[in-house]
C-alpha cells in the first residue's frame, strides 16, 4: 500500500500532534509552518538584564489540559521533565488581612471556605459531579469522539447535563455554593476565553473542560526549562520519525482538487502534493485558504476576542512572598488576587472591556510562579520569573502603549511581595500583541470565545459532524484541528490527536459514526 501524502499546515501543539500520529499511522507528513521556528504560541522569548541573558514563555505558561496518554504515545514523556505544585493555592480578595488557602482534600477545603468566606454549600458534591462530568469528557477524548448533548444524557442523566453540559455558569454556581467569593473563585475559569456572561447558555461547560486534562490529574504544572521544550522536543521527535518540516514557509494556494499547496520559502516558490490536508491554524485563516466565500463569512461573524493581559517579571533573588508557610514548597502554589467581592461586580467588569473606550478594568491576577518551580526541578536560573495572567484589557493597545496598566498590575502584585525592589525586568502583552506577534483573531490564545452558539458542537467546520467532526465543509480530503476546534486551547494537543485518529479511521475503512457523534439538539 501507498503511503498517504498529508500535508499539515501549522506547527504548533495540535499541528504536531497530529503529525507524530499520522507518521506513525504508515503516512508521510509534510509539516508547513510560517514562522521562522515550531510552536505556535507555545515558544520562548529573551529577557536581558545587563549581560545576562534568561528565557521566558512568551504565549502559554502552564501545562495541564494535555492527556496523559498523548504525553506518553509521542515520546515526551520520555524526553521531559515536569513539576506540579502541590501546596494549597493562595486566595487574595480585596480587604482579606490573610488569604484563604484551597485545599485538595475536599473536607479541608470545606472547612476553610466556610470559616474564611462563610461557604454553607457543597462542596464535596461540587468535585463529584465534575469529575463523573470530567471522566465523560476525557473517554470521548481517548475514543477521539467528541461529545454531544444526547451522549451526555445517556451517561451522566438529564441533571448533570442541565447543569454542567447545558447550563449557565451562574446557576451552575448558585446550585453549589452560597458565598459570592466561592462562585467567583470557581467560575474564574469561564471568563478565561474572552469576555463571556456567567449567564450565557452553556459557559458552565467551560468549567469541566478546564479541569479535563490527564497529564496531571486534571491540576496544571510546569515543564522543566520552559512549556517551549514541549514543541521543541515534539518537533525532534517528528523529525526523526520522518516527517518533513518545513519552516519559515508561507501558503499562497491551496488546490483542494489538484492535491496539492504552493508555498513561498526562502524566496522559492515550492508545490507540496497531499492526499489529505490538516489545517492546524485559526478558524479564519483555515477558511481564508480553503473555504467557500459563505464559509468565511461565517466564521468572521464569530465571537473571537480576547480579554487576556500577560505581565513576565524577572527578579534577581527569589521572590519572597508575605503570606506563605513552614512548607519547603510554599512558593511554588498558584496565587489568586482578585480586585472585586462581589459576583455581580465580576460580571460588570468582565464586560466592560467590550466598550473599546475602556482599556483596563480590574478583574483577576493569577500568578504562576516558574522560577520556584524550575528549582523544584532542580533548575537554578540567572532570575526568579513570575508569570501574570489577568484580567480585562480590550483588544485596543499593546503593552509597550498601557504604561498606567503596567503600573496597576504591579502595585496589586507587588503589595504581597516582601522584595519587589528585586524586580529588575518585566514586559506586559496584550490582546493586540497576541494578535499581531501570533496572528491571533481577536488577540484570543484559544483562537475562539467560549460560549454560547460556539460550545463544544458548533467549533467545527463540518457538513457532516456527526461522522466526520474535524473535515472541512464538504471537503473529503481537508480537516481541521486547530486551538478554536473541540476540545479547545492551551497546549493540549487533543484536536490535534482527535482529528488524526478520525482521519485514520477513515483511511482504514472503518465506520466512524457513533451514538455518541450523533447531531446535538439546540434547544
Known amino acids: 500500500m501507498v503511503k498517504p501524502n498529508i500535508v499539515v499546515v501549522g506547527a504548533g501543539i495540535n499541528g504536531l500532534v497530529a503529525a507524530n500520529y499520522l507518521q506513525r499511522s504508515g503516512c508521510q507528513v509534510h509539516l508547513i509552518e510560517r514562522a521562522a521556528k515550531v510552536g505556535g504560541a507555545c515558544i520562548s522569548a529573551t529577557a536581558t538584564v545587563g549581560d545576562v541573558s534568561q528565557l521566558y514563555p512568551l504565549g502559554a505558561t502552564t501545562l495541564g489540559l494535555m492527556q496523559d496518554f498523548v504525553y506518553e504515545e509521542t515520546g515526551l514523556a520520555d524526553c521531559l521533565e515536569a513539576y506540579v505544585p502541590e501546596h494549597p493555592k493562595f486566595i487574595h480578595f480585596p480587604g482579606d488581612t490573610n488569604p484563604t488557602l484551597i485545599f485538595s ?69 448558585d446550585h453549589y455554593f452560597t458565598s459570592e467569593r466561592s462562585k467567583i473563585y470557581m467560575a474564574m475559569t469561564v471568563t478565561e476565553s474572552g469576555p463571556v456572561s456567567l449567564d450565557d447558555p452553556y459557559s458552565a461547560f467551560t468549567l469541566p473542560l ?63 502534493p497531499f492526499d489529505y490536508l490538516v489545517m492546524a491554524t485559526d478558524p479564519l485563516t483555515a477558511c481564508r485558504l480553503v473555504g467557500t466565500k459563505t464559509e468565511i463569512a461565517e466564521t468572521e461573524k464569530q465571537r473571537f476576542r480576547g480579554s487576556s493581559g500577560k505581565l513576565t517579571l524577572m527578579f534577581k533573588n527569589p521572590v519572597q512572598w508575605k503570606h506563605g508557610s513552614d512548607a519547603s514548597d510554599s512558593d511554588t502554589p498558584f496565587r489568586f488576587m482578585f480586585s472585586v467581592s462581589d459576583i455581580e461586580e465580576y460580571e460588570k467588569a468582565t464586560l466592560r472591556v467590550l466598550d473599546d473606550d475602556v482599556a ?55 503589595q504581597y511581595i516582601q522584595n519587589p525592589a528585586d524586580c529588575v525586568w518585566d514586559r506586559l502583552l496584550t490582546p493586540k500583541d497576541l494578535k499581531d506577534i501570533f496572528l491571533f483573531p481577536g488577540g484570543n490564545i484559544d483562537h475562539t470565545v467560549l460560549t454560547g452558539g460556539q460550545t463544544y458542537f458548533d467549533r467545527n467546520y463540518s457538513n457532516q459532524p456527526a461522522t466526520n467532526f474535524y473535515r472541512f465543509g464538504d471537503l473529503e480530503n481537508v480537516y481541521m484541528c486547530g486551538s478554536g476546534t473541540y476540545p479547545c486551547g492551551s497546549v ?25 457523534l450523533s447531531t446535538p439538539t439546540r434547544e
Request: charge should be negative; charged fraction near 25%.
Open 105 to 173: 482534600d475536599s473536607a479541608e477545603l470545606d472547612a476553610e471556605l466556610e470559616r474564611k468566606w462563610g461557604e454553607k454549600g457543597d462542596v464535596q458534591a461540587f468535585r463529584d459531579d465534575e469529575a463523573a462530568v470530567v471522566k465523560f469528557l476525557q473517554d470521548g477524548y481517548r475514543r477521539a469522539m467528541p461529545p454531544t448533548v444526547e451522549a451526555a444524557n445517556s451517561v451522566l442523566g438529564k441533571t448533570l447535563t442541565e447543569l454542567w453540559i447545558k447550563g449557565s455558569a451562574r446557576g451552575l454556581m
Open 360 to 414: 483596563y478594568e480590574p478583574g483577576y491576577l493569577q500568578i504562576y510562579c516558574e522560577g520556584a518551580s524550575m528549582r523544584q526541578l532542580g533548575l537554578n536560573e540567572p532570575f526568579d520569573r513570575l508569570t501574570v495572567f489577568f484580567k480585562n484589557l480590550s483588544l485596543g493597545d499593546g503593552g509597550a502603549d498601557l504604561e498606567d496598566v503596567r503600573e496597576q498590575v504591579r502595585e496589586q502584585l507587588f
Open 492 to 516: 493540549t494537543g487533543t484536536p490535534g490527536y482527535m482529528c488524526s485518529k478520525e482521519l485514520m479511521r477513515g483511511l482504514d475503512g472503518q465506520e466512524i459514526g457513533s451514538s455518541n
Open 210 to 272: 478546564m479541569d479535563s486534562g490527564s497529564i496531571f490529574g486534571g491540576h496544571y504544572g510546569f515543564v522543566k526549562g520552559g512549556i517551549w521544550r514541549i514543541t521543541e522536543e515534539l518537533a525532534r521527535i517528528n523529525s526523526e520519525l520522518g516527517v518533513k518540516i518545513s519552516l519559515s514557509s508561507t501558503l499562497s494556494e491551496v488546490n483542494t482538487e489538484a492535491g496539492s499547496v504552493t508555498y513561498e520559502s526562502e524566496y522559492q516558490t515550492q508545490e507540496a
